[in-house]
Nanobody, 115 residues
Framework: QGHLVESGGGLVQPGGSLRLSCAASGFAFRLSGMSWYRQPPGKERELVATISSAGGITNYANSVKGRFTIFRDNAKNTVYLQMNNLKPEDTAVYYC????????WGKGTQVTVSS
């Protein structure tokens, strides 16, 4: 079981920033690695970033390295994705889940980067 609710998306101009949030419940969040994924229009879902259970280890897709930062607050059962210097190719629906995608997918949050 488990429940994931993503929020924080929106329309932003190229070069802008957004912070996404993912509120988790119903599973041992603080013991779970967490990941952000995205699905661009007409494409497959792809892995964006992963963070270890305690937050000390992070990994990023090459396409977002240096621009995105994943972090978490285990006291709030929430994982975040800070996105800076956004590009049109970052346009997608963003989802969170464990690295093995073991939780039912949430609805995601739409990020649109356009001038």
């Amino acid at each position: 079981q488990g429940h994931l609710v993503e929020s924080g998306g929106g329309l932003v101009q190229p070069g802008g920033s957004l912070r996404l949030s993912c509120a988790a419940s119903g599973f041992a969040f603080r013991l779970s690695g967490m990941s952000w994924y995205r699905q661009p229009p007409g494409k497959e879902r792809e892995l964006v970033a992963t963070i270890s259970s305690a937050g000390g280890i992070t990994n990023y897709a090459n396409s977002v390295k240096g621009r995105f930062t994943i972090f978490r607050d285990n006291a709030k059962n929430t994982v975040y994705l800070q996105m800076n210097n956004l590009k049109p190719e970052d346009t997608a629906v963003y989802y969170c889940n464990t690295p093995s995608a073991s939780i039912s997918w949430g609805k995601g949050t739409q990020v649109t980067v356009s001038s």
